[in-house]
């Protein structure tokens, strides 16, 4: 079936260090990605997508470019800040009623 | 804000017993889903409904069901609490399927002792 697999984190980074988390995807058809972040103690936010391939999601300065030839999903930012610190999840959805996700990758910032 | 409250926030209980948790939204959503998060596995689906009364199981069901008597509300119950229900629970809203946004409520921490 459909998965998703992520980088282990935790990552860990000075303020105003570069940013990439990995991911990478399995399907059969043609998914649409996510990111999603969750920060310490709430639910999970979008933070961009992708619904199909050479499409690049962008918010925040955080930017993902969906890759069909290498099947991944990478996340990346220029300079990340300590408010960055949080769970960040890719996900896929394969156009039915269910996301997938990946198990989370850990981020902390150091000042 | 999607409009999500989740309730109770927090939950102790003991094994055996049956718990119900809430999930209410007033943004006249048509799909609800229930995840579990536990670490290293990251976001599980339960169950998820398409409309009142339109209910389907997600990847892990097994002990638990679910009710929509009306678009706001969705309920997950666990008839028997068990120690390997101990989880955050969260409750995601859409207004279509696959491709279209989830929105996710706060979370309900429980507790199975």
């Given at each position: 079936g459909d998965s998703v697999t992520q980088m282990e984190g935790p990552v860990t980074l000075s303020e105003e260090a570069f940013l990439t988390i990995n991911c990478t995807y399995t399907a059969t058809g043609y998914p649409s990605l996510f990111w999603y972040v969750q920060y310490p103690g709430e639910g999970l936010q979008l933070l961009l997508k992708a619904t199909k391939a050479d499409d690049k999601g962008s918010n925040k300065g955080f930017e993902a470019t969906y890759r069909k030839e290498t099947t991944s999903f990478h996340l990346e930012k220029g300079s990340v800040q300590v408010s960055d610190s949080a769970v960040y999840f890719c996900a896929l959805s394969d156009g039915t009623d269910k996301l997938i996700f990946g198990t989370g990758t850990r981020l902390q910032v150091f000042p | 804000d999607a409009g999500i409250t989740q309730s109770p926030r927090h939950k102790v209980t003991e094994t055996g017993t049956p718990v119900t948790l809430r999930c209410h939204q007033?943004?006249?959503?048509r799909y609800m889903y229930w995840y579990r998060q536990d670490p290293g596995h990251g976001l599980r689906l339960i169950h998820y409904s398409y409309g009142v009364k339109d209910t389907d199981k997600g990847e892990v069901s097994d002990g638990y069901s679910v009710s929509r008597s009306k678009t706001e509300d969705f309920l997950l119950t666990l008839e028997s609490a068990t120690s390997s229900q101990t989880s955050v629970y969260f409750c995601a809203i859409s207004w279509a399927e696959g491709t279209d946004t989830q929105y996710f409520g706060p979370g309900t921490r429980l507790t199975v002792l």
């Open positions: - | 007033t943004e006249n959503h």
